[in-house]
């Protein structure tokens, strides 16, 4: 079966502003690099304005968290841009939609692998998600992309037990924090520390859910798959997941500008490759994959590369 690639051209018009690095130009990067005639086989989709978008975003978030995203994007819009709900995070006319749009492709993605259609499937949206937490975007993110796709997979397709694994180079504080409480959802988690957004300890475990690895700055390839092995892989065999839903990030790399990990390329194809056997000896191969981070373009470009590779080899 085909791997699924989601994108969407609204992505673009999510306008952060003048020098930050979650651009819309980490768009056209991937979008030039997925265009080779060597991913002809993949399958290609528009991520969707869903009808059902709302419902499944509440169930992760309260009501209040939505509307408040709603109503700031409505402001953008007449402000023509620039709200700034944080630091670091930013709303332009068209964040919104680029956000619901994010949701969707987690939501098409998941009805796609988990109805058969498809072998594994790879979102390459933004904003990303993986630091929104219950009731507060942070850190780039405005929706838990991960998290509510882990959440539409148990309330649409029966999943008893949906696990996200992370290995962008900070802590999915957000992800964490929606599992927290939940013995069926798994969170595991490769990054550096101290970084932003300072949790990620290995004293964090939720109720035996959340299983953290932190790396120190400098960490290379080798320590990352010693931790990934014996902090994520192992104790994800042991909860036997229904779903792998992979929390991408790309910023781990050796010249990403906002993180001090030393991985290259074919660290990710490692860690991809291990999570598909994971897949195939628990859930038929069943993984979703959503973009987080990666903030060099030419490395975001080759990491994303490898990584989309490996899914179309793992369902071939």
């Given at each position: 079966?085909?791997?699924?690639?989601?994108?969407?051209?609204?992505?673009?018009?999510?306008?952060?502003?003048?020098?930050?690095?979650?651009?819309?130009?980490?768009?056209?990067?991937?979008?030039?690099?997925?265009?080779?005639?060597?991913?002809?086989?993949?399958?290609?989709?528009?991520?969707?304005?869903?009808?059902?978008?709302?419902e499944a975003i509440l169930r992760v978030h309260p009501l209040g968290h939505l509307a408040r995203i709603k109503g700031a994007g409505e402001v953008a819009k007449k402000r023509n841009g620039g709200l700034h709900l944080d630091g670091d995070t930013v709303m332009s006319a068209?964040?919104?939609?680029?956000?619901?749009?994010?949701?969707?492709?987690?939501?098409?993605?998941?009805?796609?692998?988990?109805?058969?259609?498809?072998?594994?499937?790879?979102?390459?949206?933004?904003?990303?998600?993986?630091?929104?937490?219950?009731?507060?975007?942070?850190?780039?993110?405005?929706?838990?992309?991960?998290?509510?796709?882990?959440?539409?997979?148990?309330?649409?397709?029966?999943?008893?037990?949906?696990?996200?694994?992370?290995?962008?180079?900070?802590?999915?504080?957000?992800?964490?924090?929606?599992?927290?409480?939940?013995?069926?959802?798994?969170?595991?988690?490769?990054?550096?520390?101290?970084?932003?957004?300072?949790?990620?300890?290995?004293?964090?475990?939720?109720?035996?859910?959340?299983?953290?690895?932190?790396?120190?700055?400098?960490?290379?390839?080798?320590?990352?798959?010693?931790?990934?092995?014996?902090?994520?892989?192992?104790?994800?065999?042991?909860?036997?997941?229904?779903?792998?839903?992979?929390?991408?990030?790309?910023?781990?790399?050796?010249?990403?500008?906002?993180?001090?990990?030393?991985?290259?390329?074919?660290?990710?194809?490692?860690?991809?490759?291990?999570?598909?056997?994971?897949?195939?000896?628990?859930?038929?191969?069943?993984?979703?994959?959503?973009?987080?981070?990666?903030?060099?373009?030419?490395?975001?470009?080759?990491?994303?590369?490898?990584?989309?590779?490996?899914?179309?080899?793992?369902?071939?």
């Amino acid at each position: 079966m085909a791997t699924l690639l989601i994108t969407h051209s609204d992505f673009l018009d999510h306008d952060t502003g003048f020098g930050h690095p979650e651009r819309p130009e980490r768009m056209r990067a991937i979008d030039a690099v997925l265009a080779h005639e060597s991913y002809s086989a993949l399958k290609r989709a528009e991520a969707p304005l869903r009808d059902d978008v709302e419902e499944a975003i509440l169930r992760v978030h309260p009501l209040g968290h939505l509307a408040r995203i709603k109503g700031a994007g409505e402001v953008a819009k007449k402000r023509n841009g620039g709200l700034h709900l944080d630091g670091d995070t930013v709303m332009s006319a068209g964040s919104y939609e680029a956000a619901v749009r994010a949701v969707g492709a987690g939501l098409d993605a998941v009805d796609e692998v988990m109805g058969g259609r498809v072998a594994n499937a790879f979102c390459q949206v933004r904003p990303p998600g993986h630091h929104a937490e219950n009731d507060r975007a942070m850190g780039f993110c405005l929706f838990s992309n991960a998290a509510i796709a882990a959440h539409h997979a148990r309330a649409r397709h029966g999943a008893e037990r949906v696990a996200v694994v992370d290995f962008d180079v900070h802590h999915g504080n957000g992800t964490q924090d929606i599992f927290w409480s939940d013995k069926d959802l798994f969170y595991g988690s490769t990054h550096q520390m101290p970084l932003f957004p300072g949790t990620g300890d290995l004293s964090e475990t939720g109720v035996g859910n959340i299983w953290n690895a932190p790396l120190r700055e400098g960490d290379a390839g080798e320590t990352f798959r010693d931790a990934f092995t014996s902090r994520i892989l192992g104790p994800l065999h042991n909860f036997g997941p229904d779903l792998i839903v992979i929390s991408a990030g790309f910023d781990a790399h050796k010249r990403d500008p906002l993180g001090g990990l030393r991985l290259v390329e074919a660290d990710f194809m490692w860690a991809t490759e291990a999570l598909g056997k994971a897949a195939e000896s628990h859930c038929h191969g069943r993984i979703v994959s959503m973009l987080e981070g990666g903030y060099d373009l030419e490395a975001l470009a080759k990491s994303v590369a490898v990584h989309v590779r490996t899914l179309m080899d793992l369902g071939a």
